[in-house]
């Protein structure tokens, strides 16, 4: 573990937490993805098809269709530790929905993808070539302000992000 | 240039009214000279100014605005600084003269500007040894032109703060705006007296019996109103109110 | 349409709330039926006025006070020259923002006016046999009165921004540019709430805010076609971005079968890496967060193997008169990003009680200058009166639009239009003024006139400016008119000051 990665990852740990999102920093891989099905327990889940959540789904009660699923499983392809957010994008094997429509939104990440601050991560998907046709970013849970501008948290997108880091390589 | 040499006043100093002093508010244009002639200076009160164009503008007759904007540049040119007791017609030779007037007048009118002062700016600037002193407590409402197109927010609260026995407290909303907006307070008067309500109902809340400001306009406005519903807050122009801490010093 | 057309299960029993708002905070209203000063005075008669005066008073503290620290005053610069790089190759950004969505499989149409706008999109979804739409807030929608064009079709339109679903169950216009319902409180939508369940609900805005979820929760799922605005179109990559913080920005981008973006010309951005400037700034100036909570970015619809997403995807690029801006003194008002700060910060917006006083779909200070300039400028030209040019708006704005200048630059351009008496009266007024002696006979002339009993106020009552200052408050002191030049006169003559006309006396 890097001492840039343990800096970076502390910094996304209390972003984070301000905008009422979780983050577990796992010790391996093997931990993360251990961490990320306790998250899960029982419930109906999806899980993105991708290396770093390969074996993630083993035990778990998946689903076809995110509209019946309790937790979303993905990885991110940053992730900031100024503000605690997520890139995520979008393509065959990485629905949208996984993200967006279940009420808990899991997210494994390795350290290595942590960039200091939001234009960094802006620069990652605007270097992405083709760029893909769905493209977020997901600061903490979703949130509105819409009544007497109090904060509520838990509107339309996931009421609780739990964000998994662990050491790359 | 006053920005150089920042210690020493002009000598030759010119004051200008503004119209709605010479209208309505007397008071705070005679306290601009006395302040001014206690700090030693030679004051004059040129006979030939008339207004500085500024309710043409605002109202959206720029071209009879130039006309008075030129006159003025040509009365008040001659002196080596010019003091208003209102912050908003010293603002508007300051931001609006240049935007608004073309070619060599805006030259004119940038150097005009930049030895213009509203009063309490020049006595910060110039008048350290000024001895004041006066028993009040006072609320200081910052005008909108004054604060935002001249930038001034110190000025006036360094010269308070120099006066003996004086007690600045800070009232919510300080910077909010009273509602008078030349036209505007006619052609929207619910709009503008809303807003003067909010500034009056600040200033009692404050706990200080006066309010003070920079702006003859703001204070027409606020004391028609205070009067109109029998308020108990009282007004005063920052101009009468350092000429009464002055005179207490000699006293 | 068919007969399984789902129906909106967020607007169940929408006929069961009952809607209390003056004709001028309707939804439809078309702006301007009634003379302003009516309308500015009845809504600051409004009960709702002062509860949502001292709101935003208070959000303006939390918001806009130490609006700009170092590292946004850097922000804010950056910004302000990427808005006005845009505008000045406004056609070029837009040439390429359309290849590139075409590129990625996008539908571009655009659309000089309000007409053309709703009629493509009103054929999209008739194209596509669309009942129920789902849609997340949008100005340029407003501007063009898409709902009501798309209900008169048969067309189903659930607002899903919780503040747009609230205004839209009062039958409301937004009052804010990003605060659709800031002139609500938690009761007035508890009230309606309740209505629209049938039953006593629990009221604290949490509990509200899950009952809107839940309702629209349903809708978000089954709809045929999600409507959005668009925050900032990417010309380099043809994206589409989208600043929420609700999650419905991505709902409706992502869950319905066709999707349709609308946006006005000035949206367009050069590269997607200016996301990492502008959607800071823009979360900063609109609510104060460091980054909103959702960015959705759009490049074309679903493609071959995506398991989720739009099978279409439709950009409408609404000009309505904003490309003759380009090029006047005007041209930075399109560096506008909606933030809402100005409207926030402007004293006079408070008071009116939110955006409902401008009789107009933008409302404070960006919509007193915009509206006046854009559509066939007809509409809002007196806005600009509606200002007591404090200056405020102007400090708060992030891309630094001299909003307070334009403000007067409108209204000599409102004039110019105008009757000739004014004209002549300011002229001759002038005149006059440019006159010492002639000044000076004026000044003696309200010192004499104050010292007749009743005349000045009998005076004031011949004119709509008088009449309109006598309206709450005294006359002001014209007795004394004079008196410090008076007294400076004869003064000077023992001592102390000199007395001179200037070079301006003739």
Redo the contacts between chains.
């Keep these: 573990m890097s001492a840039e990665h343990d800096d970076l990852a502390e910094r996304f740990a209390a972003a984070l937490k301000l905008v009422g999102g979780v983050t577990v920093r796992a010790v391996s891989h093997e931990a993360a993805l251990e961490e990320a099905r306790r998250v899960c327990g029982d419930r109906p889940v999806v899980v993105d098809d991708d290396p770093v959540l390969s074996g993630a789904a083993d035990g778990l009660r998946t689903v076809d269709d995110p509209w019946t699923a309790e937790v979303g499983v993905s990885t991110a392809r940053a992730a900031v530790a100024e503000t605690g957010s997520l890139a995520v994008t979008s393509d065959a094997a990485h629905p949208r929905s996984t993200s967006l429509v279940p009420p808990v939104h899991v997210a494994v990440v390795p350290e290595d993808r942590l960039v200091n601050a939001y234009p960094d991560a802006i620069n990652v998907l605007a270097a992405l070539n083709p760029t893909p046709s769905g493209m977020s970013m997901i600061t903490g849970t979703s949130s509105t302000g819409d009544i007497e501008m109090i904060l509520v948290r838990g509107v339309h997108g996931p009421q609780e992000v739990h964000v998994i880091l662990y050491p790359a390589g | 240039m006053p920005d150089e040499q920042p210690a020493r006043a002009p000598r030759n100093v010119a004051v200008f009214a503004s119209c709605i002093a010479d209208l309505a508010a007397p008071g705070p244009v005679r306290a601009t000279v006395r302040v001014l002639e206690a700090m030693g200076l030679d004051v004059a009160l040129p006979a030939g100014q008339t207004c500085c164009g500024q309710p043409a503008l605002n109202s959206g007759f720029p071209g009879p605005a130039r006309r008075l904007m030129r006159h003025w540049i040509e009365v008040f040119e001659p002196y080596d600084a010019v003091v208003s007791p209102s912050g908003s017609c010293t603002a508007t030779v300051f931001h609006q003269y240049p935007r608004v007037l073309g070619g060599t007048w805006a030259a004119r009118a940038r150097e005009v500007a930049a030895r213009t002062y509203e009063l309490s700016q020049f006595v910060a600037a110039y008048g350290a040894d000024l001895p004041m002193r006066l028993d009040a407590t006072v609320t200081y409402h910052d005008s909108c032109h004054m604060l935002r197109s001249l930038g001034e927010r110190s000025a006036p609260r360094t010269v308070l703060g120099r006066v003996d026995g004086l007690r600045l407290v800070e009232m919510a909303e300080h910077e909010t705006c009273c509602g008078f907006g030349g036209t505007f307070a006619a052609k929207f008067p619910e709009v503008s007296v809303g807003l003067a309500d909010q500034k009056i109902a600040a200033a009692t809340d404050s706990g200080a019996g006066l309010l003070v400001s920079a702006d003859p306009g703001c204070l027409t406005h606020l004391t028609a109103r205070v009067v109109d519903t029998r308020g108990a807050v009282r007004t005063r122009h920052i101009a009468e109110l350092i000429a009464d801490a002055v005179e207490g010093a000699q006293e | 349409m068919n007969a399984e057309t789902p129906r909106s299960a967020a607007l169940r029993n929408r006929d069961n709330v009952q809607v209390d708002r003056p004709e001028w905070a309707a939804a439809d209203t078309p702006p301007h039926r009634r003379p ?2 009516l309308v ?2 009845e809504a ?2 409004r009960p709702q006025a002062r509860a949502t ?1 001292d ?1 935003l ?3 303006n503290h939390r918001r806009n006070d130490d609006k700009w620290p170092p590292h946004m005053a850097a922000l804010r610069e950056r910004a302000s020259v990427i808005r006005r790089e845009t505008l000045r190759d406004l056609d070029g950004y837009l040439g390429q923002l359309t290849r590139s969505v075409e590129a ?1 499989g996008g539908h571009v149409h655009r659309a000089a006016t309000p007409e053309d706008a709703r009629r493509v999109i009103g054929e999209v979804a008739a194209a596509h046999d669309v009942g129920l739409v789902v849609k997340s807030k949008s100005m340029v929608t407003e501007e063009i009165a898409l709902t009501p064009y798309l209900e008169e079709r048969g067309v189903e339109v659930v607002e ?4 747009e679903y ?1 205004v839209q169950l009062a039958d409301e216009r937004p009052g804010h540019i990003i ?4 002139h ?3 009761e007035d ?1 508890h009230k309606m709430f309740n209505e629209l369940a049938g039953e006593e609900l629990p009221g604290r ?2 509990e ?3 009952f809107a ?1 839940g309702r ?2 349903e809708d ?2 089954r709809a045929d076609m999600g409507i959005s605005g668009v925050n900032f179109a990417c010309a380099d ?3 589409l971005t989208l600043v929420t ?4 920005g ?2 409706v ?3 319905p079968r066709v999707h349709v973006a609308v946006m006005t010309v000035e949206k367009v951005v050069p ?3 200016d ?3 502008l ?2 700034l823009l979360s900063h100036a609109a ?1 104060g ?21 739009p099978d279409e995807l439709h950009l409408v690029i609404l000009d309505n008169g904003r490309t003759d801006i380009v090029g006047t003194r005007y041209e930075e008002a399109l560096a506008c990003i909606r933030c809402g700060a100005c409207q926030i910060a402007c ?2 917006f408070r ?2 009680g939110g955006g409902h006083g401008y009789d107009s779909v933008y409302g404070g200070p960006i919509g007193a200058v915009l509206t006046p300039l854009i559509g066939d400028r007809s509409e809002g030209a007196d806005l600009p ?8 708006c ?2 708060v704005c992030p891309v630094q639009i001299p909003l307070p ?1 334009m403000l ?1 630059d409108l ?6 239009g105008g009757g000739r008496a ?2 002549v009266a ?2 001759l ?3 006059f ?4 002696a002639a ?2 006979i004026s ?1 003696r002339g ?1 010192r004499v006139a104050a010292r007749v009993p009743g005349l000045v106020r009998a005076l004031a009552g011949r004119s ?6 006598a ?8 007795r ?6 008076r ?3 004869r003064r000077s003559g023992d001592a ?11």
């Excluded at chain 3, 004394?480 to 030049?485: F, I, M, P, T, Y």
């Design positions: 302003l000063p500015t005075r600051v008669a005066n709101r008073i208070d959000t990625a899903t921004d919780l503040g609230i605060g659709p319902a800031i609500k409180s938690r939508v805005p949490e509200l805010t899950a979820r629209l929760r978000f799922h990559t043809g994206t913080n609700e999650g419905n991505r709902m981008t992502s869950q590269r997607l890496a996301l990492g400037v959607v800071p609510t967060q460091k980054v909103s909570g959702y960015q959705s970015m759009v490049t074309g619809p679903r493609r071959p193997g995506e398991p989720d997403g004293p006079v008071t009116l009166f509606l200002s007591s040019l404090c200056g405020a102007a400090d200048d007067v209204r000599a351009d409102y004039e110019a004014p004209r300011w002229s007024w002038s005149r003024w440019a006159w010492p000044y000076r000044v309200a709509a400016l008088g009449r309109g200052w309206r709450g408050r005294a006359l002001p002191p014209l004394r008119a004079g008196d410090a030049r007294w400076f006169a102390g000051g000199r007395t001179e006309g200037g070079r301006g006396e003739r």
